[in-house]
């Protein structure tokens, strides 16, 4: 997620809004984000009803967490993007923005 | 070309997104429909205080 916070202005470029989601709640987001150094972009929290918006996605895992997955929507809120990812690997962001490249800004 | 078109349990790419407003972090709140007129990139992740 500190990947993100050091695009971010790259991610503005294409007039994206960058979100991050989990299963958390908003004083564990508030708490980790900190620890990292601050996280100015959303930390989402899906808390309760738990999951459900990740559940919406297709990205709830049976144990109770999300995938690590990576949606890209444009602004008529079409997805255009969908990468399910190994949970222990990181995405390369320059991904994200070969899809965004091709976006409408 | 990027690599894409993964598809998931419920959704695959040219599908409308599904509509949701969470809570997050610093007191804020984000639906998703009030974006409209920007990209969107959305990071699930599985964890805090896990290695991202």
Same mark, same amino acid.
């Given at each position: ?105 | ?19 949701? /407003? =969470?809570?997050?972090?610093? $007191?804020?709140? *984000? /639906? =998703?429909?009030?974006?409209? $007129?920007?990209? *969107? ?12």
């Amino acid at each position: 997620m500190p990947s993100y916070e050091d695009d971010l202005s790259r991610f503005e470029e294409h007039n994206a809004q960058v979100l991050g989601i989990s299963v958390d709640s908003i004083p564990s987001h508030d708490a980790w984000q900190k620890s990292i150094g601050g996280i100015s972009y959303p930390l989402c929290s899906d808390f309760y009803p738990h999951g459900a918006v990740a559940e919406s996605y297709g990205v709830l895992r049976p144990e109770g967490m999300t995938e690590r997955a990576l949606f890209v929507i444009d602004r008529d809120g079409v997805v255009r993007f969908i990468d399910v990812h190994p949970i222990d690997k990181q995405p390369d962001n320059e991904e994200i923005f070969d899809v965004l490249r091709t976006l409408r800004e | 070309m990027p690599q894409v078109a993964t598809a998931t349990k419920t959704l695959k790419v040219g599908d409308q997104a599904p509509d949701f /407003t =969470l809570k997050a972090h610093g $007191g804020r709140s *984000v /639906t =998703l429909s009030e974006l409209r $007129g920007k990209n *969107v990139f959305i990071a699930f992740y599985p964890l805090d205080w896990t290695p991202v």
